[in-house]
C-alpha cells in the first residue's frame, strides 16, 4: 500500500504542467460563471438599496404630514405650579423672671 501512495505523490514534471493547465481551463470556465454571478449579486444589492430609499423617504414625508401629538400632561408653555411652603412659627415661652 506505501508503493502506491508512493506512486501517487510523485509526478512527473509533464504531469505536473498538464494538470496545471487543466487547473486553469477550470478557472477560465469558472470565471465566466463568477462574472455573471457578481453582475447578478450587484443588481441584487441595488434593487435593494433603491427599495429602502423609497421607505426611508415615504416615512419621512409621512412623518411630516402627521399632526404634533398632544402633550400628554401639562401644556406647552406653562410653568408646573410650586406648592406654596407653609409659613411655621416659634413658640413663644413665657418669662418667668
Same mark, same amino acid.
Given at each position: 500500500?506505501s508503493e502506491q501512495q508512493? #506512486? ?5 514534471? =509533464?504531469?505536473?504542467? !498538464?494538470? @496545471? ?16 454571478q457578481k453582475e447578478y #449579486? ?5 434593487? =435593494?438599496?433603491?427599495? !429602502?430609499? @423609497? ?26 405650579? =410650586?406648592?406654596?411652603?407653609?409659613? @411655621? ?9
Amino acid at each position: 500500500m506505501s508503493e502506491q501512495q508512493e #506512486e501517487k505523490q510523485t509526478k512527473t514534471p =509533464e504531469e505536473m504542467t !498538464q494538470m @496545471r493547465k487543466n487547473l486553469e481551463n477550470y478557472y477560465k470556465e469558472q470565471n465566466a460563471v463568477l462574472t455573471a454571478q457578481k453582475e447578478y #449579486e450587484c443588481l441584487l444589492a441595488d434593487i =435593494e438599496d433603491a427599495r !429602502q430609499r @423609497r421607505v426611508l423617504s415615504t416615512m419621512r414625508i409621512a412623518q411630516m404630514l402627521a399632526p404634533e401629538p398632544p402633550a400628554e400632561d401639562e401644556p406647552e408653555g406653562e410653568m408646573p405650579e =410650586e406648592p406654596t411652603p407653609i409659613k @411655621r412659627t416659634l413658640k413663644k415661652e413665657p418669662n418667668n423672671g
